[in-house]
């Protein structure tokens, strides 16, 4: 016969098997919860840092775009200080040409500053324009300045009349186109005005402005030579 475990024993047992897997189970419950625990402070974590990565990279971002817009802002400053240079210096030149002509006083104060001011604003200009922009500024720059010099001379010219005549279609011909040119491509490069052949049109007023100019500065360099050969 099989032996028979005593009920006592039985119960003992049991007991024993229920504290075993009370133990069990309170293990699992702790683990679960430390499981839980170090799951939701990694996740927490992990969201933390995407967050932080996300914030980084919008304030990045917006510092970039408002370098570029600082940068935009002072090239439209300096692009509006260019242009009303050039055509504060025609006009000044122009105006002392026709108060010359009219035998008015002419102040010299007004032109020197208005020289001053585009010379100025060119020098700044040189080291921001692009390549093609610069070309026409540069090109403007030796036209207004032989403009100076056709103001400076009309009153050792041996043929006042003409030096008079050609200082006007100067001033409201060649100059004014070229200061015309400077302000279309200043417009062009901040994307203000773009006009369909303007690179055509472009090359065409700068040789026009060129081949006026080299005539223009032999003119001058002969009539003073005249004038100062001895009589």
């Not at 402070?41 to 990279?57: C, F, P, Y």
């Not at 050792?156 to 491509?185: E, I, K, M, N, Q």
Request: net charge neutral; glycine share 6%; aromatic share 4%.
């Amino acid at each position: 016969m099989s032996p028979v475990t005593p009920p006592c024993a039985v119960r003992r047992l049991r007991t024993d098997e229920l504290g075993d897997l009370v133990d069990v189970t309170t293990l699992a419950v702790a683990l679960i919860g430390v499981g839980g625990t170090l799951s939701g402070t990694l996740g927490g974590a992990v969201l933390s840092q995407r967050v932080t990565r996300e914030q980084n990279q919008r304030a990045d971002r917006e510092r970039a775009e408002d370098r570029q817009d600082r940068a935009q802002e002072a090239r439209r400053d300096l692009y509006a200080r260019l242009n009303t240079t050039a055509r504060a210096y025609r006009v000044a030149a122009r105006d002392a040409v026709r108060a010359a002509e009219r035998g008015e006083t002419v102040e010299p104060t007004v032109l020197e500053a208005a020289k001053d001011a585009w010379a100025e604003n060119y020098s700044v200009a040189q080291m921001a324009l692009p390549k093609d922009v610069h070309e026409i500024a540069s090109t403007l720059n030796r036209a207004l300045g032989v403009g100076y010099t056709v103001v400076k001379q009309l009153t050792t010219s041996p043929d006042p009349v003409g030096a008079y005549a050609r200082a006007g279609a100067w001033f409201s011909g060649p100059l004014s186109d070229g200061v015309y040119l400077l302000r279309v491509a200043l417009r062009h490069d901040l994307g203000v005005e773009v006009e369909a052949g303007f690179e055509q049109a472009r090359s065409q007023m700068l040789a026009a402005l060129n081949s006026e100019r080299r005539t223009l500065e032999r003119l001058l360099a002969s009539e003073q030579a005249q004038t100062m050969r001895p009589v």
